[in-house]
Structures are given as C-alpha cells and as structure tokens.
C-alpha cells in the first residue's frame, strides 16, 4: 500500500488557526495538504506523515537514524517512509497524523485566590518529599518482581498508616511474576454517597539495558511521582473533606500498565460511579526546559479537570503549562480507556531527559522546585474536588452582661478600669470597646 505525497510547512501556532489540516505542538504547528497544494516556499513534501508518542527518548533511541519532521519532545512527526516494522510497544507509539491533534499551550486565567487553598499550598514540605524520594532511589532497584520492590512497597505503607490512612495491598501479575498495588484510604466526611478522589502513581522503576537485576534507582521515573502521593497525602490528611481520597502506588507499570489495567478491570460499578477524578504523577522532577514547564495529558473525559488543574497552576505556581489530549504509555489510561475522568501531570519536554529507564536515574539530576510547583498545582486543584468540610465554629462568649440593641447583633457591657461603663458590640464582626462616659457606683 502505498501513501499519497503531502506538503507540509512547520509555522508558529497563531497562523495556523483557520488552515483545515493542521496540528499544533506547543507554540508551533504542522500544516499540511496535498503534494500540488501550494503551502509557501519552506513548505517540503513527505511521502505521508507520522506522529510518535514516546516516553522519554525511547523511539529515537531505538531509531537514532530518523530525522523527525518536527520533534516536539514527548510528541514526534516522522516520514511515512520512516514507518517503523511495530506500530508500537509500550514504551512508544505510531499513529497516523490527524489534524486536530494538539499538544496546546493554554492561555492561563487565574482564579481568585482562596486562603484555604493558599494555606495547604504553603503546607508542602520540600523536606518531608526530598527524604521519602531520596530512600525511594537509594534502593538498587525497585523492580516489579524484585525484593526491593517489596521494600519499597512496606515503607509506603507505614508511612500511609502513619498518616490516617487505611491501607489495603492488592496482588497482580506481571508476566509469569506476581507484585501489588498498595492502597491508601481516607474516608470524607460529607454525606452518603460520598464522591472518590484517586492520585496515583507507579512505583516501580527499570533499567531496560540491564535487566530485571540491572541497578535502576528510579529517581524521576518514578520516585518523583510516588514521593509526591506521599507527600500530597500527607498535606491532605491535614484537613477534613467531603468526599474520599484514596492514594494508590502500582507495581507493573514499567512492563505494560500492568498494576493499573487489573485495578480498573477490578473497580467495582459503585466505585467507578462515584470516581469524581484521578490524578496521575509520573516523572515530575527533571527540568528540561527554560522554564518551568509541565504537561496535563488526558482526554475528552477529563477536559474538566485540564481546566481546573490549569488554573490552579495560574494562581498559585509559576508552572507554564501544556495540554494534550492524546494519551499514552502512563497509569491515566487504562481509567480514560473505561470512560473515567483521569489525567497525567509529568515534566514539560521528557524527552530531553536521557535518564530514565537507566542506572543513571539518580537524584543528582532532579530539580526540586519543579517537583515543588508542580506539586503545588496538584494540591490546589484537588482542593476542589475534594472540597474542604466547612468545621463547626465555637460561637464566641463575651464576659459581661449581654443584650441587644437590634437584630443580628449583640452589645456587651463592663466595667472599665476607671469604673467608666463601656460597650462593645458584635455585628457579624466584634468592634473595639467604647466608653459610654459616667461613673459605676
């Protein structure tokens, strides 16, 4: 079969808008249309076009002699005739270029600032996440098969227990091999049916060169994301909520979604009714741009919380943020592939993060204040979904005599030290004493 010739043009975004053929990465579009469309005197001609979706640099890796048409980091346009022998595997994959698709670059509104919101941000402690990341990469692996894994598996859970939760492990398959999920439990307080919160992420790491035995310390891919469940769990378990929160650490990832994929296919229809949005974190830690930058990555089903995770970034971090809505190769997608409201956050442009998969996933090339503000953005978003339970207030007790001048507010009386009658009044807000004059016998 063969394709048909097009003619295709890279351009900035903002001139691309109304052409009928187009995909936008970032601040940049790919225009195309047919070999005898006239698309400007750059344009160039390509048997047929490609888009990659790889996590990291595993497809450029793999196939160091393609030149991409356009690299766009986690995103890549290829030629047609660079068309590799798989279509994918679960590390990278190839699909034919539609327009439409998008890598987008938001414009950023920010929200009114909510104090609660402003509080839990200011709660995060870089230390408390740098200490549990930094044991999380001081194991030789964590393997989904490995002892280390399980290791691993028991310090998070101790740590969860320690923190209110109630903790559940959940056995899976990971090829001929057996690991777990480990779960994390905390009920809101609102009323029944209460509506469930999940934030995720794998557990596991790899060193795909070395082997199941190879040393994979794992420290953005992805003790970075399991570090921040921890650490947002323990920020959250500060406060009371409406609905559920439940933490949840896969095992199996590195080897094919493995953790994830049994989890969903086990979720119960009562739960999947009442999942308001899970929050997915894998590889937050490395910055490969300018800037700081992350990317929401998700589909049509979790448009929502997109939006609201965007915002929270505009009012509370400094995060640039890009969106896709083309899912791929991370433990969101097995929920958004069952229809649920599920979402990545991971570190702008991975694939300039040459790490990973690798003995050389250490701490020495993490940047915790990406983590930090990216962390940031997470807890203000799950704010929302969660929503804070309004605590009953004590109804403040003036020591004096108490009447009432008139609806809604209440006058007390005393003594002053001069023996001079004074008076104090609260309308919705207490209001300094005054001093009527005269004299108390």
Not at 257 to 271: D, I, R
Request: glycine share 10%.
């Amino acid at each position: 079969m063969t394709t048909s010739p097009v003619r295709y043009l890279v351009v900035p975004a903002a001139e691309a808008v109304d052409a009928p053929q187009a995909a936008r990465f970032g601040d940049r579009s790919l225009v195309w249309g047919g070999a005898d469309e006239r698309l400007g005197r750059a344009s160039r001609t390509a048997p047929g076009l490609l888009l990659v979706t790889q996590v990291g640099r595993s497809f450029q890796d793999e196939y160091p002699d393609v030149v991409p048409l356009l690299d766009h980091g986690r995103q890549l346009v290829i030629s047609s005739a660079d068309r590799p022998r798989r279509r994918n595997n679960h590390c990278w994959r190839v699909q034919t270029l539609r327009p439409g698709i998008a890598v987008d670059v938001p414009t950023l509104a920010p929200r009114r600032v909510d104090p609660a919101v402003t509080a839990l941000v200011g709660a995060l402690s870089p230390t408390s996440y740098q200490a549990d990341l930094t044991w999380f990469a001081s194991l030789p692996t964590r393997h989904s098969l490995s002892p280390a894994f399980g290791q691993a598996v028991d310090f998070a859970a101790a740590r969860m227990v320690a923190m209110g939760y109630s903790v559940t492990r959940m056995p899976i398959t990971v090829g001929a091999g057996q690991s777990q999920n480990l779960i994390g439990d905390r009920a809101g307080g609102g009323p029944v049916p209460r509506g469930l919160v999940l934030i995720t992420a794998h557990l596991d790491s790899i060193n795909l060169a070395g082997g199941p035995n190879g040393p994979a310390p794992g420290a953005d891919d992805n003790g970075s994301g399991s570090a921040g469940v921890l650490e947002l769990g323990r920020i959250l378990a500060t406060r009371p909520w409406q609905h559920d929160l439940r933490l949840v650490l896969f095992g199996g990832e590195e080897e094919g979604l493995h953790g994830s994929k049994q989890y969903v296919a086990a979720l119960p229809a009562a739960e999947r009714a009442r999942l308001r949005a899970v929050l997915n974190m894998d590889m937050i830690a490395s910055k490969n741009t300018a800037g700081p930058t992350v990317l929401l990555e998700g589909a049509q089903v979790s448009s929502a919380l997109m939006s609201d995770l965007a915002a929270a970034a505009a009012t509370y971090t400094s995060l640039k943020v890009e969106t896709s809505l083309n899912p791929f190769a991370s433990d969101h997608v097995p929920f958004i592939n069952a229809g649920l409201p599920a979402l990545l956050t991971i570190e702008g442009a991975d694939s300039a993060n040459g790490h990973i998969h690798s003995a050389d996933d250490k701490l020495t090339f993490l940047d915790w204040a990406l983590a930090a503000e990216i962390l940031r953005m997470n807890v203000a978003a799950l704010a929302g979904w969660l929503g804070l339970q309004a605590t009953a207030r004590t109804r403040p007790r003036p020591a004096g005599s108490v009447v009432s001048w008139g609806p809604g507010r209440v006058d007390v009386f005393a003594a002053g030290a001069d023996r001079s009658l004074q008076h104090k009044a609260w309308d919705g807000t207490w209001h300094d004493f005054e001093s009527l004059g005269g004299a108390l016998i």
